[in-house]
């Protein structure tokens, strides 16, 4: 990877930009393949945009990998993404690492397989020390399921009389969510034309600029991240002021 460059002139990359990654089922079935060929190719974009957000200088990556809601999905397909999952998590981590790329995950680990979990656990501890690149995966991750566990935990702390209920304000709040310690997205973008969060990052998107792209995610790649960041540079943040 090639050193971030940063002129003088040009604006600062957005610090955190989180994507929807959409299409990869319609990218394989217009050219009549099985859909996990286009989760495949899914996953060397995945490669391609990690690289370039690195190179932006981008410090934040977030990625949708596997919803909450992606279980009902046939478990042939649900086995095809945990496979691609396992593959990224052994062979690309050597590469990341290497990059300065810092693994973290966000979603409930708890429906996973075991050595799944066991990747994303090794994964986090290799990659602790790494600073040039936050890699962010959701995996089995939904905002209401997010909100609801950091709720259950704030009321478990106060039913203990640890935290009075007063006490839990924004910060407090967000400091029980999976992305404590992650600032929220300034970016997000959709691929493949559709125009929903899909519960996605929900408390966290309060003030993020949203980009919605008809580009399917397989042939998302360096210059279809550009044309985003460039957009996000057109908009005016207010941030609910005047
Ligand atoms: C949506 O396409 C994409 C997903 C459900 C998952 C994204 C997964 C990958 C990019 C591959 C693996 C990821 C990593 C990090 C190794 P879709 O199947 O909903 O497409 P469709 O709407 O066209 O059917």
Redesign the pocket.
Known sequence: MQPAPQSAAAPPSPAHVAVI?????????ARGLP?VA???R??D??RTIVESCAEMGIRYLT?????SE?WK?PAE?VDD?MG??R???TT?IDRMSRNGVRLRFIGDRKRLAPDIVRLIGEAEARTRDNRRLDLV?AINYGGHDEILRAARRLAGEAAAGRLEPDEIDEARFAAALDTAEIPPPDLIIRT?G?QRLSNFLLWQAAYAELIFTSV???DFNRQCLADAVAEYHRRERRYGGS
């Open positions: 990654m959409d299409g990869n089922g319609r990218w394989a079935k859909r286009g989760h495949k899914g996953a974009a995945v990625l949708y990998a596997f919803s992606n999905r397909e993404l691609l999952l593959i990224h998590l690309e995966l493949s559709e399917l995610w397989p």
